[in-house]
């Protein structure tokens, strides 16, 4: 799938589906915020969610006073969804509209969370690129 047609494919999702109709839907990610909690990061670490659009963790990692939290999703609708949704709470949160496989991250991440987004690319090449983005998106001292 072409970035163009992914990218309308994912907006046509959020656009006609409300999030407890997708199967990624959860209420709260538990296993993302056992696995986060795990690592006993500073709050002020930098933690990007990839593919978080729609999701909850974002409101979870704000409750828990995380203060350096990005979201990043090719689907600028649902990042729109998650900004109405935490309203005056997001304001500081780095909100990325973006195609993973061509994002060229600012700033490097202590953690990189993605529940579903890598699984859901099937070209050798977009993996590749993932995996590249991601080698250098992080923080080689964390």
Known sequence: MQMKDSKAHWENIYQTKKFPEVSWYQEKPETSLKIIRSFNLPKSAKIIDVGGGDSYLVDFLLEEGYEN????????????KAKK????????????????????????????HDRAAFHFLTEAAKIEKYKEVLKTSLNKEA
């Open 85 to 112: 949704r935490l309203g005056v709470k997001g304001k500081n949160i780095n909100w990325i509209a973006a195609d993973i496989t061509e994002f060229e991250p600012q700033v490097h991440y202590d953690l990189w």
């Open 69 to 80: 939290i990005s979201v990043l999703d090719i689907s600028a609708k649902a990042l729109q």
